[in-house]
């Protein structure tokens, strides 16, 4: 066994390493792993998924503790197509962390990807995609392309989320892909599910953050979906809006914001130009929306918030984020990490927010340094007057921890107060004297650096600090200390004039042993006691620089050749020297002490490139304010029908129009605008279906009544027969009696019915009765009107050859309650040629929304008996924003109920009924004088319906009267020899029953209606409605 | 986003690798361990640490850092919270996370990760859904594995992810259906040396155990929900209806999950349930040192405050202790020089005391300062707000469930006497110095 392993291990490069280090036990192992290769080899082919799955589940372990598996690469990849869902599983594993290593092999496994990306199974497509995806081998990037297409268009949202997964995965392959991958992203970016918001966004911002155009039209809907959306994408979203915000809206802070500073001038000639700040509506919903996810449990979410609200917000709304910033803080320590360095740089710009947070900030004995160091940093930064002394006796206790660095930092946060708040520079400089006879040296040390910055300040009342600090030169040790000190000395030699030489001397002495920081100290110190008391100092001065010539390092050498030529007068020292005195004691400015964390806010709250104060790879510049805000309307979206055809073109869409045309109306004013109207075509809709409602009812109840009375006698096909064939029926075969009921019923119910829905039905004509040049004439008919009818003048000509378009459009489907899906249909009046018993309806589908709609077409049809409906044919694609009209036929039985029946998309269903009105349940039919005659001669009696009527005032004339009539009903006009007399002619569609109308014109106004038709409901409801037309 | 991630142990092994892009090297954990020990302890690790190509954002939990490998800008919360759901599901799945359980289930954890994170960015993330595409090991189920060569890999795929509720698992069925809620708080509390509160809140949590079949719909009410001042949910609960009307309502997910955390602003009004008189003195001569520390209960509202432990972190000059306890136990360790005494309950007739004498360090000078007491507790059926469930109602569902809810307190970091010792020791000089001249920078050094 060991002789066979050792020469594999010596084949390879690689072995041999492992070799060198197979003395090592674990490595040791490793060999006998090795060896076992051969026995996974074996297990992966064997027929058992035990096996398998044993040996994949080794493999697998291999790969987790980072051992290399990769030449197991041809045995695991044949189990791809394994039955075994963890086998399957463990395959895909290893296949993508192998795959880029072994792209020959790899490709083997593509054709079994290929095959699940058509799965039926929504998941087993999505993973197929993952897989594939996750594969980097560029040779199947085409492949990849081409997937992730069809699934960005998959019906399932789960499956869409892993197309925009996929894409930066592809987009890290291939950036060539980029142009192709935006269109992709684009497309996902219209998507309406939570599911694909997130993951899309995150796309977006790896592939092509600086398209910011393509997130106008989708920004409103990002901010409503957003509290829906999952936690981790509620984060990328959250920081893609921040920066798009920046880009879009104005500052909100414009008036007496921080920059005032230096933009006072421009701002006073601003200011009477600007209008005075409006927030967008958008700006606000975005803020709106945001603001319960301070709430979240996550970490992530809630600094983005934060992070959203700073760089957004109003000054007076930030104040909101305190306290959720402040309940992190109890979080895990590496969170607390991250939330303070961002409330360090906050805490510098708006103070006030975490004031009344004060004390949560205070540092306990069991907090990582770290911690500790930020916390203080944000205590330091909150320092004011009113609070200082409560902070300063915080610090006190500080300086006592056992964590040095700690105390190190405290002490410069004492510095920092002291400097930024003067009213306790003098207590905080006494206390840090005090420190200075510390036994820690390390304290005293920092606290001789921080002194000595705050002598700077004011060092003429202090010289016995100065004196104090002297002192200390024989025990500290701390270099930096002991240079602080010196420099002091030097610097106010005039303020200790005694001591000072004497420094020196003890300098001198030391000299040599003394760290260099030190050393050029001395050095200083020095020459700054030779001008000023050169009487006791000349000797040291030029032993120290002597010492100094020789030393080792040679910037000591350098300095001291330098400083000697400058203040020993010499001959040829030049005209520098006589200035020595002045470049040595110039009045230095003091330091100033500033937060690290200041002006870090010009990096995005929260990135990863403000914690490290640096840019990232991949760093999107948060935007400065634009001056002017760009156009509000882009992110109008237009759900707007706009291929809405003729006819009924309402008040309401031209409004809209005009209103986004002009960019002046705010998204909420038209909203409201759109909801009044809507309100109001919902009331409208509500009338209408009431009165179709009562309609019904006694629509339902007159049909119904012969047919119980025939049920008892006539079987049920002998009713089809009859219902038919209405002539049959009328030449007699059936009994007396039933005529006789018939009759009899319809008139009592048309007696009542005049009664009930006169005033109803007045209500209900009014409204479609069409606009003078709305005339419902098609060209058919109008065509055989120009034949038939001559002797017209010009004008009426003119008149019946009115555009046949503008047919009256019914609505079938509102675009609200149909999702984007708008339908419409009107009768349009031509035969309908599959079937000649049933009338054409014309249907005009309008696709609002932004997506496909797929196969559109008809289901479970609800008829009343009789009644029959021939189907559109499918439409299979109907692309965003365009219309379609197709043509269906319905046999309505001479009867004006509703046909109902379902409407479908790929995704939904709609329930949608349409009623004829009974002037569309005939076709003209065409006959002469005399025909006309003899036919109303047999129609006398029972179907003739005569009524009395006052014509309208705009009804007057002939043509009108022709006009309104065939407006009303689909006849044809006969002609007719007397002029005050205007005769038609139409047959029922489902029955051909003759319906014949003359309108006999009296003295006046005055007229004589009389409708002959043996379908006597229908010839009641035609009374009716034309009447309606004459009289108004 | 998340590139790769490496689990290391305290012991520097990287024990477990994972990569979600392509492969790297684990010779950037380098980087990590020159971190580590300039920090020193493990807590004082940078989260965030720079490389030349990479960033490393890390976590340490459960004595394991995990370190995460991060190429472009992301936000850092954004890794660190993902790397807590991560030991979080560890936890979840094997009952503790710790090296010897992920070791032991290296299949399933890879498994794991594989679906939590797709190319870097989280997939799936709650316990309720990943437990129905991988199932958790349990012993019978092992067994039963390895007899019949099934596998823990779920057959169906859930349907959780593509629903409105992702964090519920369809199809939930219970013979007994029982909702169970624990209320439980912490009181964080820094107290000065006569015993007066300088910092004193209240933090609580409502966890929750719910096994419900179907898809209950619940509510739960306060009886006084105007005590809580600050509040983070769970996703399920339905913040809307927080806002009006103060009561939570959510479709719980199945198992345990922590549906609130709340603080509770009280400031110094927070009852403090326990009192301690301690006095701990260092001689100047016979380096030695005294203590004596009583506890005794405070304001507990008749409740029995249980589990105290008082943690004293010494001076690094105490090299050992000799005491004697009237009630439970101490234990002094010369290495960390942390002396836990452990009392147990608190006896109300019989104070618990701890008597004795230190022996300090010849030579070295006695430290100048008492050090501070860290007091650990737990009060069983007591809420110290005073927050109250009113009533729990179920919706959608028609039986009747089991309900309960438990109330417990307990001492978060509760802190006595904020004193604290200076030692002697070494003292890392570069980095001060390093940190002053930083600072310093604009001062005209020259002259």
Known sequence: LHSASQSELITSTESCFRHLHSLLPDDFLNIITLDLHDDLKEMLDSNKDSLKLEAMKRIVAMIARGKNASDLFPAVVKNVACKNIEVKKLVYVYLVRYAEEQQDLALLSISTFQRGL????????????????????????????????????????????????????????????????????????????????????????????????????????????????????????????????????????????????????????????????????????????????????????????????????????????????????????????????????????????????????????????????????????????????????????????????????????????????????????????????????????ESVVVIKKLLQMQPEQHSDIIKHMAKLTDNIQVPMARASILWLIGEYCEHVPKIAPDVLRKMAKTFTNEEDIVKLQIINLAAKLYLTNSKQTKLLTQYVLNLAKYDQNYDIRDRARFIRQLI???????????????????????????????????????????????????????????????????????????????????????????????????????????????????????????????????????????????????????????????????????????????????????????????????????????????????????????????????????????????VRLYELLHRITGEGLAVEYCFSRQPFSPDPHMVAVQIQFTNNTTSEAKSLHIEEPKLQSGMRIKEFPEIEVLPAGESVNVVMGIDFCDSTQAANFQLCTHIRKFFVSIQPPVGELMTPAFLTENEFKKEQGQLMGMNEISEKLTLGEKCQSEHVIVERVTSTANLSRVPCGSDKESRFAGKTVSSGSLVLVTVTRKDGAGALLTVNCEKMVIGTMLVKDILQALTQ | ????????????????????????????????????????????????????????????????????????????????????????????????????????????????????????????????????????????????????????????LPTGQLSTIPWRRAGVKYTNNEAYFDVVEEIDAILDKSGTTVFAEIQGVIDACVKLSGMPDLTLSFMNPRLLDDVSFHPCVRFKRWESERVLSFIPPDGNFRLMSYHVNAQNLVAIPVYVRQNINFFETGSSGRVDITVGPKQTMGKTVENVIVTIHMPKVVLSANLTATQGTYTYDPVTKILVWDIGK???????????????????PKPEENPSLNIDLKIQQLAISGLKVNRLDMYVEKYKPFKGVKYVTKAGKFQKNWELACHEGLLRLTDLVWSSFTLMKNIPFLF
């Open chain 1, 118 to 445: 058509k799965d039926p199974n929504q998941l087993i497509r999505a993973s197929a995609l993952r897989v594939l995806s996750s594969i980097r081998v560029t040779i199947i990037v085409p492949i990849m392309m081409l997937a992730i297409k069809e699934a960005a268009s998959d019906m399932s949202p789960y499956v869409r989320k892993t197309a925009a997964h996929a894409i930066p995965k592809l987009y890290s392959l291939d950036p060539e892909q980029k142009d192709q991958l935006i269109e992709v992203i684009e497309k996902l970016l219209a998507d309406k599910t939570t599911l694909v918001a997130g993951s899309v966004v995150m796309a977006f911002e790896e592939v092509c953050p600086e398209r910011i155009d393509l997130i106008h039209k989708n920004y409103r809907k990002l901010c409503n979906l957003l509290i829906d959306v999952e936690e981790w994408g509620q984060v990328v979203i959250i920081n893609m809006l921040t920066r798009y915000a920046r880009t879009q809206f104005l500052n909100p802070n414009i008036n007496g914001g921080e920059k005032a500073f230096y933009e006072k001038k421009a701002e006073a000639a601003a200011l009477a130009k600007r209008k005075p700040y409006v927030m967008d509506p958008d700006h606000r919903l975005l803020l709106r929306n945001t603001k319960p996810l301070l709430q979240s449990r996550n970490a992530a979410v809630v600094m983005a918030v934060a992070q959203l609200y700073f760089h957004l917000a109003p000054k007076a709304e930030v104040g909101v984020i305190a306290k959720a910033l402040v309940r992190l803080m109890r979080s895990h320590s590496e969170v607390q990490y991250v939330v303070l360095q961002n409330v360090a740089t906050m805490t510098i710009k708006r103070r006030g927010m975490f004031e009344p947070y004060l004390k949560s900030f205070y540092i306990r004995s069991t907090d990582p340094t770290q911690i500790k160091i930020l916390k203080l940093e944000v205590l330091t930064n909150l320092a004011n007057e009113t609070n200082i002394s409560t902070i300063l006796r915080e610090f006190q206790t500080y300086i006592k921890s056992m964590d040095k660095d700690f105390v190190a930092a405290t002490i410069q946060a004492i510095g920092r107060c002291a400097t930024n708040i003067g009213e306790v520079r003098d207590t905080c400089l006494n206390g840090l004297v005090q420190l200075l006879s510390n036994r820690d040296e390390l304290v005293v040390a």
């Open chain 2, 1 to 156: 986003m998340i590139h790769s991630l490496f689990l290391i142990n305290n012991a520097g092994d990287i024990f477990l690798e994972k990569h979600w892009k392509s492969v790297i090297s684990r010779s950037v954990c380098d980087y990590f361990f020159e971190a580590q020990d300039k920090a020193g302890e493990p807590d004082n690790v940078s989260p965030v640490i720079r490389t030349p190509h990479h960033y490393l954002i890390n976590i340490y939990r459960e004595k394991i850092f995990f370190v995460s490998v991060i190429q472009t800008e992301v936000p850092p919360l954004f890794v660190i919270e993902f790397l807590h759901r991560v030991a979080e599901m560890f936890q979840d799945y094997f009952g503790e996370c710790s090296e010897v359980a992920i070791k032991d289930n290296v299949v399933i954890v890879y498994e794991l990760l594989e679906e939590m994170l797709d190319n870097g960015f989280p997939l799936a993330t709650e316990s309720n859904i990943l437990k129905e595409l991988i199932k958790p090991p349990t012993i019978l189920r092992s067994m039963v594995n390895t007899i019949t060569g099934s596998s823990n890999v779920g057959e169906t």
């Open chain 1, 568 to 806: 020993v007068p010499t001959d040829k020292s030049g005209a520098l020297s006589k200035y020595a005195k002045k470049l040595f004691l110039a009045l230095k400015p003091a330091p100033v002490l500033e937060s690290p964390f200041k002006d870090r806010d010009h990096f995005q709250l929260g990135s990863l490139s403000h914690l490290l104060n640096a840019k990232a790879g991949g760093y999107q510049e948060l935007p400065d304010w634009p001056e002017s805000a760009p156009d509000p309307s882009v992110r109008n979206v237009e759900v707007k029908d706009s291929v809405r055809a003729g006819g009924t073109v309402t008040l309401r869409g031209r409004a809209l129009g005009l209103s986004e045309e002009s960019g002046s109306g705010s998204e909420s004013e038209e909203s409201e605008e759109e909801s009044e109207s809507e309100e109001e075509e919902e009331e409208e809709e509500d009338e209408e279906e009431e009165r179709a409602k009562k309609k019904k009812k006694v629509d339902k109840s007159k049909p119904k009544k012969p047919e119980s009375a025939e049920s008892d006698q006539s079987s049920g096909e002998e009713q089809k027969r009859i219902r038919k064939g209405g002539k049959d029926r009328r030449s007699g075969t059936e009994s007396e009696s039933e005529d006789e009921s018939e009759s009899e019923s319809s008139e009592s119910e048309s007696e009542s019915e005049e009664e009930s829905e006169s005033d109803t039905d007045i209500k209900k004509k009014k409204k479609p009765t069409p606009s003078p040049q709305v005339t419902p004439v098609n060209s058919f008919l109008s065509n055989s009107l120009v034949t038939d009818l001559e002797g017209l003048s010009l004008t009426d000509t003119v008149l019946t050859i009115a555009p046949s378009s503008s």
């Open chain 2, 346 to 364: 608190l006896n109300q007739q019989k104070l618990p005391n701890l008597k004795g004498s230190l022996s300090l360090q010849s030579g070295a």
